[in-house]
């Protein structure tokens, strides 16, 4: 089988989950016989493409440049991605198409898979197609009350600043910008507004928003099947009627094996995070909850590239005043089981409903408990796999008390760790995978 995956990013440029996933996936079934490409994007380079033999997956990179976009419409759609992207489908010609995920590519590309009648398959790894920021959060990182609404526009503009309204160009903008005296520039930087969204108006941001949606309801309307590693997401994207809840299918994630040790609670309790260095994974919030540990008890080791995200990073480390709060930095991937045969949990304090994070798989399969809130897939799937120690979703002073009570009561963590059930493999998922792929083609 001819098996081509479109994904945003791709190992080793990004090692978030949809990319881990992707890469694992991709290398699973091409170890079993198929024929395995992959389409993703980079933005270090402006313009041009480049392909590589990843093993023997080959991938095709298209260089995006600049991930700010100049217009609300050009955050979904690109060009130039989807001129290369029809080549590419025209030169390796798929029997079947699996879109992880377009952002920062191009919704367009289902488009372009449905006038060429390639089928294809999607996987919802997050709320991208009903969420122009993808995470239901405003720039502060509170909830946006609009979830899927008009003020959706809005809530974009926060997050990139440099979006103008309509047709205009960045030039004209940037002279409507000079107009405004710095009193008031200065005001709206406080209120964490950027000044275009100061100019937007309602009913153009409702045309917007709603022409996005119409777009990504058509797009995903035309796939042959819609999968979702976790019933909370499923749930959600039926909620918002982006995607009938019955079309979507539940398909949990493989996982590659890591060495699961065996291990007793240390004297010194070891907490982990492990993750990407952005506002919404709650770097802030745990390092806020863990000030109130006492620094001789425990340990917070830190492991996440700080690097792309530096006035995050260096907010974050401000905000630790634990001495026993340690900034580890990036990781490879075969550096994982190491670290977590290190520690004694790890900690999820994300701000936002996740879906089904690789990190809590990839503990649980080495046998660490996870501590984690009490909402989205991460909830999920601590039930259906054990393992899980919660607290009050977004409450920092709720992690501070859970952490306490663990190292207070060492036997939470054994009795977590004792709890973790067995998590399908890679293959398992592949060969899962495999058996939905043969059935589209089969029709």
Same mark, same amino acid.
């Given at each position: 089988?001819?098996?081509?995956?479109?994904?945003?990013?791709?190992?080793?440029?990004?090692?978030?989950?949809?990319?881990?996933?992707?890469?694992?996936?991709?290398?699973?079934?091409?170890?079993?016989?198929?024929?395995?490409?992959?389409?993703?994007?980079?933005?270090?380079?402006?313009?041009?493409?480049?392909?590589?033999?990843?093993?023997?997956?080959?991938?095709?990179?298209?260089?995006?440049?600049?991930?700010?976009?100049?217009?609300?419409?050009?955050?979904?759609?690109?060009?130039?991605?989807?001129?290369?992207?029809?080549?590419?489908?025209?030169?390796?010609?798929?029997?079947?198409?699996?879109?992880?995920?377009?952002?920062?590519?191009?919704?367009?590309?289902?488009?372009?898979?449905?006038?060429?009648?390639?089928?294809?398959?999607?996987?919802?790894?997050?709320?991208?197609?009903?969420?122009?920021?993808?995470?239901?959060?405003?720039?502060? &990182?509170?909830?946006?009350?609009?979830?899927?609404?008009?003020?959706?526009?809005?809530?974009?503009?926060?997050?990139?600043?440099?979006?103008?309204?309509?047709?205009?160009?960045?030039?004209?903008?940037?002279?409507?910008? %000079?107009?405004?005296?710095?009193?008031?520039?200065? *005001?709206?930087?406080?209120?964490?507004?950027?000044?275009?969204?100061?100019?937007?108006?309602?009913?153009?941001?409702? %045309?917007?928003?709603?022409?996005?949606?119409?777009?990504?309801?058509?797009?995903?309307?035309?796939?042959?099947?819609?999968?979702?590693?976790?019933?909370?997401?499923?749930?959600?994207?039926? *909620?918002?009627?982006?995607?009938?809840?019955?079309?979507?299918?539940?398909?949990?994630?493989?996982?590659?094996?890591?060495?699961?040790?065996?291990?007793?609670?240390?004297?010194?309790?070891?907490?982990?995070?492990?993750?990407?260095?952005?506002?919404?994974?709650?770097?802030?919030?745990?390092?806020?909850?863990?000030?109130?540990?006492?620094?001789?008890?425990? %340990?917070?080791?830190?492991?996440?590239?700080?690097?792309?995200?530096?006035?995050?990073?260096?907010?974050?480390?401000?905000?630790?005043? &634990?001495?026993?709060?340690?900034? %580890?930095?990036?990781?490879?991937?075969?550096?994982?089981?190491?670290?977590?045969?290190?520690?004694?949990?790890?900690?999820?304090?994300?701000?936002?409903?996740?879906?089904?994070?690789?990190?809590?798989?990839?503990?649980?399969?080495?046998?660490?408990?996870?501590?984690?809130?009490?909402?989205?897939?991460?909830?999920?799937?601590?039930?259906?796999?054990?393992?899980?120690?919660?607290? &009050?979703?977004?409450?920092?002073?709720?992690?501070?008390?859970?952490?306490?009570?663990?190292?207070?009561?060492?036997?939470?963590?054994?009795?977590?760790?004792?709890?973790?059930?067995?998590?399908?493999?890679?293959?398992?998922?592949?060969?899962?995978?495999?058996?939905?792929?043969?059935?589209?083609?089969?029709?």
């Amino acid at each position: 089988m001819r098996i081509l995956q479109v994904v945003h990013r791709y190992p080793p440029e990004s090692l978030a989950g949809v990319e881990v996933y992707t890469k694992s996936l991709s290398d699973n079934l091409a170890q079993d016989g198929h024929n395995v490409f992959v389409f993703t994007g980079d933005p270090s380079k402006d313009g041009g493409s480049e392909e590589k033999n990843d093993g023997p997956v080959i991938v095709h990179r298209v260089y995006t440049g600049q991930i700010d976009s100049p217009s609300f419409d050009k955050s979904y759609t690109n060009e130039s991605v989807e001129w290369e992207f029809a080549q590419f489908v025209d030169t390796i010609r798929p029997d079947i198409v699996h879109i992880q995920h377009c952002y920062q590519l191009s919704i367009k590309i289902m488009e372009i898979l449905a006038h060429k009648r390639i089928p294809f398959v999607v996987t919802l790894h997050d709320y991208w197609y009903c969420c122009p920021t993808i995470t239901f959060l405003r720039s502060d &990182n509170s909830w946006c009350r609009h979830r899927g609404g008009d003020e959706c526009y809005f809530s974009y503009l926060e997050y990139n600043p440099v979006t103008i309204t309509g047709s205009g160009s960045a030039s004209r903008y940037l002279k409507r910008l %000079k107009r405004v005296t710095p009193r008031i520039i200065k *005001r709206t930087i406080r209120k964490g507004i950027s000044v275009a969204s100061k100019y937007a108006s309602r009913s153009k941001a409702k %045309k917007l928003v709603r022409k996005r949606r119409t777009i990504m309801q058509n797009a995903l309307s035309g796939a042959a099947a819609i999968f979702s590693p976790s019933n909370f997401m499923r749930e959600v994207y039926g *909620r918002q009627e982006v995607v009938p809840k019955e079309r979507i299918q539940v398909i949990p994630h493989g996982i590659k094996g890591l060495t699961k040790h065996q291990r007793h609670t240390n004297e010194v309790v070891q907490f982990g995070y492990i993750g990407t260095f952005i506002l919404h994974k709650g770097l802030d919030l745990l390092v806020r909850a863990f000030n109130a540990v006492p620094p001789e008890s425990a %340990k917070l080791h830190i492991y996440s590239d700080y690097s792309r995200n530096p006035q995050y990073a260096r907010d974050v480390k401000r905000a630790a005043q &634990n001495p026993s709060i340690f900034f %580890k930095g990036g990781y490879q991937n075969d550096q994982l089981s190491s670290i977590l045969s290190e520690l004694d949990a790890i900690i999820v304090p994300s701000l936002c409903w996740e879906n089904s994070p690789m990190t809590i798989l990839e503990a649980f399969t080495a046998g660490v408990p996870v501590i984690t809130a009490n909402a989205g897939g991460a909830k999920e799937l601590t039930e259906r796999y054990g393992g899980g120690i919660l607290f &009050n979703f977004r409450d920092q002073e709720d992690l501070s008390r859970t952490l306490i009570r663990i190292i207070k009561q060492r036997e939470i963590l054994d009795n977590a760790r004792r709890s973790i059930k067995s998590i399908p493999t890679i293959q398992e998922h592949g060969k899962r995978i495999i058996d939905e792929y043969s059935a589209i083609l089969s029709k």
